[in-house]
Structures are given as structure tokens and as C-alpha cells.
């Protein structure tokens, strides 16, 4: 099937490219959107967006390989991207990591079987005064950063995540 | 606790909001500002001594002054907003408590600088912020603060938020400008720098968010009353950090020439109870490490450099008597690795080929003669790239191996690591693998 | 105009110049990876960092412009570490595979780690893994971890075929060279990009694992494979060409060649004609002279010069031609000539032009006119209308449809005499009364004049296959045989004389084209 955005997308999408003096410049934020919208970077998305923006596929292929943001496999419905730079690590991100591999089932990179979780470590994400922390990012497009961990917390906020994620779609099913 | 200026709004409940910014005094200083011209402006922010916020220091009215004042082509302001650097984290709170003061210093500077575009390069993961900053921009093109005409001036500004898509050396100026033009985060090669060539080949300024955040201060007040709330060749109230196994972490608005002794007791609480100080780090991972005998040294950027680092970003982090060296090293290589762009060669195989080694060590597996390897590779990758990453793994390595060599040498000689473990499993990160 | 110096050397380079440029007026080599003379300047491999008096950091001589009163040293001791420091993290994660790897021999990475770096690695741990052998284009195969990421062939398929095939795709030392998914490095100059790479981490199928480059002989030539003249050398072993590798020439190709004209080498040892052959039977060139000679001054007699055709070549040399118009004047006595030569192709704006045969204008220098002669079909009709009897071919190509060159096999049972002199066997061979066996450009001399009237000359690289020989030869054994012989004895006698009186159109030989003297 042919990808398209979404009605609400394009309008979004009309606007980015309207902020800039060529289309090239819209593709970090037009990369977002199509994440958002299609789940992940697949060869048909940035082709899609290549399309969309005009550009050669390559302009696509290396900034969405370049940066790390872009999945270019599909992650579950709630990415839990765990920070272990120095202060998180000094503050026990390692140990926020073990947990979550723990409680999620999985290892670092993997995805739960059911297709919710995926559990990666970050570097940096300029959060050291609440550390331990972990980013969540969501299949709808969402980020959110949950800060000041524990173990007790981080069981308190997967509970709250395993509710939020019931109705949103499996990035892999998005295209 | 005497008068805060940037972090002012930072307990107003909504005062990322216009009307509670604005029932705060906010966007008074805009409003008097475009009854000056350019130059006294530039003149005021000259003599303000103000320095770059987002870690080298450069004196933001000589940056400004490098702006050619003719131009072919619209004159762009860019936001490094782009805040990655381990260890910092205060331009994050200015973005998400404060929108509405960082988008009125942007005005100020486009009136003051002719410029008709700008760009807020946020990193992509600051999603609030990013909101927050979008709200704010929107409120105000409502309120006749942006856009056409502004103020009745006849001057036209617009300011767009842009976000990043997960790149460290997105934090380089040219890097930024590669990815705000859409294309991978390589640095350029310095000359032209961007005042004269930068965003889509038009002359563009480029500075920090809290460099920026500071500007309606220096209109409300003048340049020399913002000269005289810093120290010298350093003007202004600024923002640190505190981060570590201290009791309270964050963010706090402290007066000029505080030392680092201060900042840490007096706001972040002190260590955490059990735990004593080992090391610090002033102003973000890229800077040198230093040891309590240096608790003493004032946070400024002449100061810190006779302590043997450098001021950076001002956010300090704290290290512990639990905190293997080697570890940390390692971890920061680690980092750098992850980071590097991969443009130039020193710093793509040297941050991959330090961070083995240095893993080799913590492992148990070092040899004497690798500190030697790692000093040496560090001589040779500083000064000679692109930009300044490469020197940003160069210069903590060396001062983690300088300062703590009989750390280095007992993990060789013992062949493991004497310290108590981050992890169960892991060793490291496994971020770049 | 600034004037710098150079280790010691004080010498006056334009404005503008790079430091890279001015050390090298000045005689001196800076090692350079990204850096080539045809596309933008990155300057991130860091091999060329040189030292300049009163700059803290060393500098990238590719892309700093001297000023003046610049003080350049380029053997520091400083200078001398960065290279021994980039050489030596260019090598952490490369696989030193040398010994299996097409570019030793000619590899940059090589001749500079013997220049400036000869020291042992001291890498202990695991190098990055990367794809080997990576098909990432129809002629083009891509080694990861060999790449030194200079993005020399990223920029060539950004700036010089503007078909951005090629990007990186990674960050840091994960990075890579990579074609879009599902698309190929396809466009028409892809080897190109084999050749501007400075290490092995593309190599030209073609090429691969065929010889070691220092077995190769390397002669200066002009490619066949169309009327452009891409300068080439010509690289060779045992008497067989290897491949054809671009020659710097601004005036024609720059520093490059397409990909369809450096495969023609493979026509140079395919089906070849060996031996005179008269009714298929082998004869020597002495025998098959004297057998020509008779059979044409007999027909001569019998059907009149008038009737006697030669077809021209656009695919012989200028000398070639020369004698052919020669031997048609001065021994047969017609001025008959058809014009044969390789039908039409594709084209593009930049080096492929659609008249596929090296030496059109060659014909109408040495001619001195466009119109000298008939065009191919019409020579169909006139064997039909008994105009034309007698048929003297150079080469094998028929600038015609496939029906009318059946046409024209079908009507070469009419004729009184075909004589076929060419390189290739084929339909037409096996029709001939007498075939004589031709060289190539590869085992002869001469001078192509290319589409814009630029005329080069071209080297012979090594002894005919069998017995060819070049026409020009072959007519001056014709000559001699029907007893009116040319008085030549070297070749340069035939190229003084050939373009007399020389057509303005023809320029003289361009700096790195042999001049014609």
C-alpha cells in the first residue's frame, strides 16, 4: 500500500516545509513527523519523504541513519530508553537498566515479546540534576522523561505505561 | 538569598505563560529596546561582558559585532538549544519554565543585529521544551511580538522551533547549522565562520540559550549594571549545576565569583550522607577533572583554567569515593565515541580505539605500557580535527590518567577493577555497540 | 601575488592558492587522502596537516590559502607526529588485507604508511566490522573496511554526475559508504569512482583479482569507444589489456571516462582476425599481396576504377586513413568511398557522445572535406545497380540498420572482388575473397582526431596479435605489390604529411595529447 499522511499530518507537514527557505531543511522535523505517523523508518518511508520533500533518497538515508532518534527497525509501542551517562550511572542508571531488564523480560536492544517494550540505553539526555532517568517514547510520537528513579518508581510508572500503551498501535503494524 | 534573575520565573506557577510573563514585567525589555538602535545595543551587550553560555565563553558582543550590517540575504539567528554535554542541564529549565524570556532576548537580538529569521535548534528528545517554546512562540505572534511589524516598528521577525534528531555534535555550531539545514551534524571547516557564511550561506549568529535568556536583563538594567553582577571579563548572574551523589541536585541561579565549595554546600546540600567527594568535574565531561584541593576555586572561566580545567557550561558533577576513575574515563570515552560525527580521522578511530583500551584496563586486562598509548593518542587526536570533539575526549582522558595514575596502575597491576561495580552485568555501556 | 615559504623555499603562488598547491609549485609532496583536484574540499581525512608559522594548530593544506609572508613547514616535527598519528588511526580498524587486496601496489594508504608512518601497530583490541565485498553498484564492489570514509566517490556522484547515488550512512567509525536501499551505484562513470578511491575499498569488477598492478605496463592511449577521445592509459600484461584507466587531459575528459568506453578493451582480443586469408585459406603477407594485386588490377581492367569502392573507416587512425586515400588515388585511381564505421549510440552532455567511432574528423582532416565520401546504405544500392563492383572494406562496422547490413552481406555474392581488411572475424570474413587481419590501436600507432577536432595521438603498447598488421601498412605492401610503391619509411613521414593542407578545424595536440607534429 502506498504510504500517505494522515489528514492532520499533512497539514502539519505543509507547515514545517513553510519555515524554510528549501525543503532539505524540513527533513529532520518531516523524518519526526513520519515516524510518528508510519511507527518507524523503513526504505519506504524515506522514500515517501524523499518524494514528499523532493530531495534524492540518499539526502534521506544519511541523516536518518546519522542521528539517533530514527529507528530504522521498529521498536515496541513504548520505547524505554534508559540514560546511563556518568551522572545517571554515578547515581545508579546501571541499576534502573537491571531492573527494567528484569520487570520487562528482556535484554538492552530487545523488544518484549508482546510487542509493548523496548529497552535501550541513551547517552546524555540532559537530565544529571534528576538522575537516574529514562526517556519513554511512544508510538504515537510522544516523549516523556520520568526522573528521579527507583526501582519502587519505576515499577509505579510501568504501571501507569502498561495502561497508556493499551490503545496505541504496534509501530511495526503501522505500515 | 539575594535576587534571581534568569531562574526568576522559575517558582511562578505558569509563567511559561504569556500573560503570567508579562504580569511579571515580561517583555518590558523588548519594548524599550526597540526605542534604541542597533549599535547601542551591541554597545550595552558589549559592555554587559557578557560570555558565551554553552561552554567556550565567547564574548557574546564581539560575536555580535562580526555580523556584517549589509546584506544580500536575510540574516539568521540560531539557538544552540542543542544541550547534550554529560553533565549539563540548565537550558533545559530556561526552555520549559521560561519560554516566553529566551523568545524576547531572540526579538532583542534580531532588532538589534537586522536579522529576519530565527531558528530554536532544540534537541529532538526535549519534547516539553520544545512544546513549551512553541506555545510561547505562538502566544506571541498573537501578541504582535513576532512576525510583521512588531511593535509598530516596521520590523519583521520570524522565529521557528526546531527540533534535533539525536546528535551530540549537533552542539557545534557548524554542525548545528548542517542539521537545522537538514543534513547529517558534520562540523565545517573554520574559516568562514558562521557570522560571515553560516545558515543557507547567510550571515548567522549563533549562541546559547541562556546567553540569550540573559539579553532583556541587560536592556532592563544596562550593560554595566550586568558587568557588575559578574566578575571581571565576565559579567552577569548566571545558571549551574549540581549534579552527582550530592543531596540536592539541580539547577540554581548563584552569585558571581562563588566557589565551587559554595555551590556544592550551599545548594546542592552537600554529599549525600556516607558518601565523600573524590572529584569534580566544573562545567560538563569535556572538561578536565579536578580533586577537592581545588573545592576552593571561584567558577570562572580565568580561575578555573588556573585550577587546571576549564569553567564550561558551569554544571558541576560531583564524583564520589566509591567511583572508579578508570571507570568513569572509560564511560566518558565511551560517550565520545557514540557522539563522534566520523568526519575526520582522529577523532572517528581514536574515541572507538581509547575506549577499548580504556575498557581493556577497567576489565583487568591493561598493560603499563597502554596509559603511555593513551596520553600519546590523546596528543595526537587533540588539535587536530575539525572541530572541538575530538579535543572534548582528549582532554578529560589525559586528566583522568594525569591526576589518578596510581588508580590506572592498580587496575593493571591487580588486574581488575578495586572498586565496587555500577552494574551486576555490565561492565560499561553498550550504547555504541 | 602572495609570497610564502616553504621549507625555507620562498616562491610566489596567485592569490587563492592553497597551501597543498604552493608546496607543490614549491616541490614539495603533502600526503593527501579526501583532497582531489576535482571536487569540493572536505579536509577530513587530516593527512595533510602542515605547520604555519604563528598558528596554533596545524593546518589542512588542502583547503588553507596562503597569505602572504606565510611560513609553511611541511616536515615539522610536529608535522611528521600528526602523520604518523593519522596513518596510524586510519589503520585501527583497517584490515591491512593488502596481500588480497587489488589496490596494493597503487594504494595511497600503502605508499604513505612506507612514506611517513613504518612504525608497528600498537592496536591490541578488536578492529570494527564492517561488509566485504558489498555489490554496490553493476561494476563497482565496495570493501567497508577498507574505506577510509574520504567521501571522494560520495562528492564525484554529487558533483560530477549529479546523481547522488552514493551517501554514508552511520556515525563515527560505524559509518559506511551506501547506495539507497534497492538502488545501485548505476550511473554511467561508476568505475570512476574505483579509481579516485585512494585505498581498495572499491574495486572495479572488472579489475578484480585479475593482475597485480605492479605486473602492469602502462601505455598512454586514446579510448575507441566513441568520438570524445577520453585520454586512457592504456594498462597491460603479457600482451593483453587488463583495463583502461583515465588520463588527465582538461581538454577532453578532465580526470575521467565512462564506464561503456573502458570495457571497449575487451573488442581488442575478441574474435580476431590472425591470418591473411584468400578464399579462406591461409596464405602469408607476401603471397596474399601479390594474389590482391592481381585480383585488383584485373579488375581494374575489366570493370574500370569507377567501380572500384573503399569503404572508409572512422574507427582507423589518421595515418591510416592517410594511406588509404593515398592507395585509392595514386594505385587504384577512384575516388569511390563509402563511409563505414560504427552506427550511432547513446550520448549524454558530458563524455559520451553518440558517434561511437574515435576518428570521424579524422576522415574529413585528412579528406579535407565532409563529404568525401558516400554514405553506407547508398553503397547497398549501387553493388544492386552493378555501379559498384569491386569492394574494399576497412573494418568490420556497417553505420546501418540490421536489414540493410543483411542487405548488404546477402548483395556481397554479387560482387567481382571483396577484399576485408579488419580486426574481427565475423559474417563479413567469412564472405570475403581476401581477409586481412588488422591490429588494434593497442599494437599500433596513430593519431584519433576527436568530436571536436582535437587530435591525439595514441602509443602502442604491444606486439599485433597473429599477423596484423595496421592498414597503413597493409596498403604500403599493396602499393608496392601493384608496383607503384610509397616511398615511407617511418610513420612520421605519413603524419607530416597527412592533415596537408591541414583543415583549420583541426587544432594542434593539447598538453597532455601527443601533438601532432
Known amino acids: 500500500m502506498a504510504l500517505a499522511f494522515s489528514e492532520k499530518a499533512e497539514v502539519h507537514f505543509k507547515d514545517l516545509v513553510s519555515r524554510y527557505p528549501n525543503t532539505l531543511a524540513a527533513l529532520l522535523p518531516a523524518l519526526h513527523l513520519a515516524q510518528s505517523e508510519f511507527g518507524w523508518i523503513s526504505v519506504e518511508v524515506m522514500d515517501y519523504v524523499a518524494r514528499r520533500l523532493e530531495l534524492h533518497p540518499t539526502k534521506v538515508l544519511t541523516v536518518a541513519t546519522f542521528y539517533s532518534m530514527y529507528n530504522m527497525q521498529p521498536v515496541g509501542k513504548c520505547h524505554v530508553q534508559v540514560c546511563t551517562t556518568l551522572t545517571c550511572a554515578l547515581r545508579g542508571g546501571y541499576e534502573i537498566l537491571e531492573h527494567l531488564e528484569e520487570v520487562l523480560g528482556v535484554r538492552v536492544g530487545e523488544t518484549s515479546a508482546d510487542g509493548n517494550y523496548t529497552l535501550s540505553e541513551v547517552e546524555c539526555l540532559a537530565s544529571c540534576g534528576t538522575a537516574p532517568m529514562f526517556q519513554a517514547t511512544f508510538s504515537d510520537g510522544e516523549i516523556e522523561y520520568f526522573e528521579n528513579l527507583s526501582a519502587e518508581r519505576v515499577d509505579t510508572i510501568l504501571a501507569d505505561l502498561n495502561k497508556r500503551i493499551a490503545t496505541l498501535p504496534n509501530p511495526a503494524e503501522m505500515h | 538569598m ?164 539525536g546528535a551530540y555534535i549537533c552542539g557545534e555550531e557548524t554542525g548545528l547549522i548542517e542539521g537545522l539545514e537538514g543534513k547529517s551534524g558534520q562540523p565545517r571547516m573554520k574559516p568562514p565562520f558562521p557570522a560571515v557564511v553560516g545558515l543557507f550561506q547567510a550571515p548567522t549568529i549563533v549562541n546559547n540559550v541562556e546567553t540569550i535568556s540573559a539579553i532583556p536583563f541587560i536592556i532592563e538594567h544596562g550593560g554595566e549594571w550586568f558587568a557588575a553582577m559578574g566578575v571581571e571579563k565576565n559579567g552577569g548572574p548566571k545558571l549551574y549545576g549540581v549534579s552527582g551523589p550530592i543531596k540536592r541536585p539541580g539547577v540554581y541561579e548563584a552569585r558571581s565569583g562563588i566557589t565551587v565549595r559554595e555551590l556544592l554546600e550551599e545548594y546542592g546540600g552537600g554529599m549525600l550522607d556516607g558518601h565523600e567527594l573524590k572529584a569534580f568535574i566544573p562545567g560538563g565531561s569535556s572538561c578536565a577533572v579536578l580533586t577537592p584541593d581545588k573545592l576552593d576555586a571561584v567558577m570562572g572561566f580565568e580561575t578555573m583554567r588556573e585550577a587546571g580545567s576549564s569553567l564550561g557550561t558551569g554544571c558541576v558533577t560531583f564524583m564520589d569515593t566509591n567511583t572508579c576513575m578508570v571507570r568513569v574515563a572509560a564511560r566518558l570515552a565511551a560517550f565520545y565515541h557514540h557522539e563522534s560525527c566520523g568526519q575526520c580521522t582522529p577523532c572517528r578511530e581514536g574515541t572507538g580505539w581509547a575506549t577499548k583500551v580504556l575498557d581493556a584496563i577497567e576489565a583487568g586486562r591493561g598493560r603499563p605500557e597502554d596509559l603511555d598509548l593513551l596520553l600519546d593518542m590523546c596528543s595526537n587526536i587533540e588539535g587536530n580535527t575539525i572541530c572541538a570533539l575530538g579535543d572534548s575526549i582528549a582532554i578529560p582522558v589525559r586528566s583522568y590518567i594525569q591526576v589518578f595514575r596510581s588508580e590506572f596502575d592498580a587496575h593493571i597491576k591487580q588486574g581488575c577493577c578495586p572498586y565496587p561495580a555500577w552494574t551486576k552485568k555490565r561492565l560499561r555501556s553498550s550504547v555504541a555497540a | 601575488m602572495p609570497k610564502v615559504t616553504v621549507n625555507g623555499t620562498e616562491i610566489e603562488v596567485d592569490k587563492g592558492t592553497t597551501i597543498l598547491r604552493a608546496a607543490a609549485e614549491a616541490g614539495f609532496e603533502v600526503p593527501h587522502f579526501c583532497y582531489h583536484p576535482a571536487l569540493s574540499i572536505p579536509a577530513n581525512c587530516r593527512m595533510c596537516l602542515v605547520e604555519v608559522e604563528g598558528a596554533w594548530k596545524l593546518q589542512p593544506a588542502c583547503y588553507s590559502q596562503v597569505t602572504d609572508g606565510m611560513v609553511i613547514n611541511t616536515k615539522s616535527e610536529r608535522v611528521v607526529k600528526a602523520q604518523k598519528a593519522v596513518l596510524e588511526f586510519i589503520l585501527v580498524n583497517h584490515p591491512v588485507d593488502c596481500p588480497i587486496c587489488d589496490q596494493a601496489g597503487e594504494c595511497k594508504l600503502q605508499d604513505y604508511y612506507v612514506a611517513y608512518d613504518s612504525q608497528e601497530s600498537r592496536l591490541r583490541a578488536e578492529k570494527v566490522h564492517k561488509v566485504k565485498v558489498f555489490p554496490i553498484g553493476p561494476e563497482v564492489l565496495y570493501d567497508g573496511e577498507r574505506c577510509i570514509l574520504c567521501t571522494r566517490c560520495v562528492r564525484f556522484c554529487e558533483e560530477i554526475t549529479a546523481t547522488n547515488e552514493l551517501t554514508i550512512v552511520q556515525r563515527g567509525d560505524r559509518a559506511e559508504i551506501r547506495a539507497f536501499p534497492g538502488r545501485e551505484l548505476d550511473n554511467k562513470y561508476s568505475v570512476c569512482t574505483a579509481d579516485i578511491c585512494p585505498v581498495g575499498a572499491l574495486t572495479a569488477r572488472d579489475f578484480r583479482f585479475k593482475c597485480r598492478v605492479w605486473l602492469l605496463n602502462s601505455t598512454d592511449s586514446v579510448c575507441t569507444g566513441c568520438s570524445n577521445g577520453c585520454n586512457i592509459h592504456l594498462e597491460h600484461f603479457r600482451n593483453e589489456i587488463q583495463r583502461y584507466r583515465p588520463r588527465f587531459n582538461p581538454a577532453v575528459n578532465d580526470y575521467w571516462m565512462c564506464d561503456a568506453g573502458r570495457l571497449t578493451y575487451k573488442e581488442v582480443h575478441t574474435d580476431r582476425l590472425l591470418h591473411p586469408t584468400n578464399n579462406g585459406a591461409e596464405l602469408n603477407w607476401h603471397a596474399v599481396c601479390e594474389t590482391v594485386a592481381d585480383k585488383l588490377k584485373r579488375a581494374i581492367d575489366e570493370v574500370g576504377s569507377d567501380k572500384i569502392a573503399l569503404v572508409l573507416s572512422p574507427q582507423a587512425s589518421c595515418e591510416d586513413l592517410h594511406l588509404a586515400r593515398k592507395f585509392a588515388s595514386d594505385v587504384i585511381k577512384t575516388s569511390r568511398f563509402y563511409m563505414g564505421g560504427k552506427r550511432d549510440g547513446d550520448s549524454d552532455d558530458f563524455l559520451i557522445k553518440a558517434d561511437k567511432n574515435p576518428n570521424r574528423r579524422g576522415i574529413e582532416a585528412v579528406f579535407g572535406s565532409t563529404t568525401a565520401a558516400l554514405p553506407f546504405s547508398q553503397l547497398v544500392d549501387d553493388i544492386e545497380a552493378g555501379t559498384v563492383q569491386v569492394v574494399y572494406m576497412m573494418d568490420q562496422y556497417m553505420p546501418v540498420d540490421a536489414a540493410t547490413a543483411a542487405r548488404f552481406v546477402e548483395r556481397l555474392d554479387k560482387l567481382k572482388l571483396f577484399v576485408f581488411q579488419a580486426q574481427h572475424q565475423g559474417a563479413l570474413a567469412q564472405k570475403a575473397h581476401i581477409a586481412l587481419p588488422v591490429c588494434s590501436h593497442a599494437e599500433s600507432e596513430g593519431t584519433f582526431v576527436n568530436f571536436e577536432g582535437i587530435a591525439q595521438g595514441f602509443e602502442r603498447a604491444f606486439a599485433a596479435h597473429g599477423e596484423s598488421l595496421p592498414h597503413w601498412q597493409i596498403f604500403m605492401r599493396l602499393a608496392q605489390a601493384m608496383g607503384k610503391p610509397f616511398s615511407y619509411t617511418f610513420i612520421q613521414q605519413i603524419r607530416k604529411e597527412m592533415f596537408a593542407p591541414r583543415p583549420d578545424s583541426v587544432a594542434s595536440g593539447t598538453a597532455e595529447g601527443v601533438p601532432v607534429e
Open chain 2, 2 to 165: 539575594e535576587e534571581r534573575f534568569l531562574s526568576r520565573n522559575f517558582d511562578i506557577p505558569n509563567a511559561h505563560t504569556l500573560a503570567v510573563f508579562e504580569k511579571h514585567g515580561g517583555y518590558q525589555a523588548l519594548k524599550r529596546a526597540v526605542t534604541m538602535d542597533g549599535d547601542s545595543i551591541i554597545n550595552e551587550v558589549k559592555k554587559s561582558n557578557l560570555r558565551g553560555r554553552g561552554g567556550a565563553g565567547f564574548p557574546c558582543g564581539i560575536k555580535w559585532s562580526f555580523l556584517p550590517k549589509e546584506s544580500d540575504v536575510p540574516k539568521y539567528l540560531v539557538i544552540n538549544a542543542d544541550e547534550g554535554e554529560p553533565g549539563t542541564f540548565k537550558d533545559r529549565y530556561l526552555m520549559e519554565l521560561d519560554p516566553h524570556r529566551h523568545i524576547e532576548g531572540c526579538i532583542i537580538a534580531a532588532w538589534a543585529l537586522g536579522i529576519r529569521y530565527g531558528y530554536i535548534f532544540v534537541r529532538g528528545e526535549m519534547q516539553h521544551a520544545i512544546r513549551r517554546l512553541e506555545a510561547a512562540v505562538k502566544e506571541a505572534y498573537a501578541k504582535g511580538y513576532l512576525g510583521k511589524n512588531i511593535l509598530g516598528k516596521g520590523f519583521d521577525f520570524d522565529l521557528y522551533v526546531h527540533p534535533g534528531g
